[in-house]
């Protein structure tokens, strides 16, 4: 533990039940609903996305918590969904009985846990037995919903998490067999930048480690190498996908990060502090953050060839920024650099017992 996960935190439960829901995913291949446990998360990495896409729209339902700015606050705060099994009951036939044609051809029939926040997490209270309490609770539902989940439908599911705690788990991921994928998010093997840009998360180490021991676990895997920060390069980005590779994981995600420039210079004086720097070129406009991405996802195409394992790479480039007319007219073939970008939001994801490959 740091200084930071000392910190006091807003935990309590809140009063909006944990359901199924269709996610706001594009071109990411990762799931068709999603079951958030929690509002928050109390890894609080700098980089999170979340703080620009849902959180803001939770503001009014995290208010009569305390929670007065969630986006400055985020990391500081976690409610717990409460369980009502009719409500999640409910969720999931209305899931289970969507026609294909309703649903984005890249989600995999998958729920994916969780997509605003962290599945594992220890929750701190002041108060020891509320703390007990809502750990408790969280690790039960979590473990309900999966149950309900592989006896009451044929959806599929997606665990993503950065923390090793899901190893407690292993034995009820096991009994989904095909159904299952369990990864991590792994953007660096290097722990200070570890320490700089996901502060309160498990070393990255650890993280390796729960990959590895669920693929020798008999667990399917994958791995979301993302975000990439500037400093990982190449050589990083090699060394991420020759460990990770032990793990066979079935697809290996990777998105280069992409901060607001306030967000870069706070990383920059932590930086300082153990002695390092960080590259800040790519987030001074979008075309300097749009030149870093580019080269950024290309190191990946190589890197992943170099470690053998091209086959399972599936980049996530930016849908916004790296297509303005401007970029791709910067482009030394703009049509060959489209084409290569459209494959990559058209891909689907592999998912064991439905993609053959050889492994
Ligand atoms: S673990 Fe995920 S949801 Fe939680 S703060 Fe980090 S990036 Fe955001």
């Keep these: 533990m740091n200084d930071q996960q000392e910190a006091p935190m807003i935990s309590a439960m809140h009063d909006s039940p944990a359901t199924i829901e269709p996610n706001h995913f594009k ?53 717990v969904r409460p369980w009502i099994r009719t409500k999640f009951m409910a969720s999931l036939l209305e899931a289970e009985q969507t026609h294909p044609g309703f649903l984005n051809a890249d989600g995999n029939r998958a729920i994916i846990l969780c997509s605003t926040t962290d599945p594992y997490q220890l929750i701190r209270n002041t108060d020891r037995a509320k703390q007990e309490q809502l750990n408790t609770h969280a690790r039960w539902m ?96 090699l060394r991420i996908f020759n460990e990770v590779k032990k793990a066979q994981p079935w697809t290996i995600f990777m998105e280069p990060v992409n901060l607001r420039l306030g967000i870069a210079e706070r990383i920059q004086r932590e930086a300082r502090k153990l002695g390092r720097e960080i590259d800040m070129t790519p987030y001074t406009d979008t075309a300097a953050w749009a030149h870093y991405a580019i080269g950024a996802l290309r190191d990946a195409e190589r890197a992943a060839a170099e470690a053998g394992v091209a086959d399972r790479l599936h980049l996530w480039p930016d849908h916004t920024d790296l297509r303005t007319a401007k970029v791709v007219k910067a482009q030394e073939d703009p049509k060959a650099y489209l084409a290569w970008l459209q494959g990559y939001w058209d891909r689907i994801s592999e998912w064991p017992g439905t993609t053959t490959r050889n492994r």
């Design 142 to 237: 979590l473990r309900e919903a999966l149950e309900l989940i592989r006896d009451h439908s044929t959806l599929n599911v997606r665990i993503l998490t950065r923390s090793p705690l899901a190893r407690e788990d292993f034995d009820l991921f096991k009994t989904f067999g095909n159904r299952l994928l369990l990864g991590t998010s792994l953007p660096t093997l290097d722990p200070v930048l570890g320490r700089l840009y996901e502060p309160r998360v498990p070393a990255p180490a650890q993280r390796l480690k729960l990959l590895t021991d669920a693929h020798a676990a008999g667990i399917n895997t994958f791995v979301a190498v993302a975000p990439v920060f500037p400093e990982v390069g190449y050589k990083g980005m």
């Design 27 to 79: 071109y990411k291949s990762l799931s068709s609903w999603a079951l958030n446990l929690f509002m928050g998360c109390v890894h609080g990495c700098r980089f999170c996305y979340v703080t620009d896409t849902s959180t803001r729209r939770q503001k009014g339902l995290l208010k009569p918590f305390g929670v007065n700015d969630p986006v400055q606050d985020w990391g500081s705060y976690v409610l």
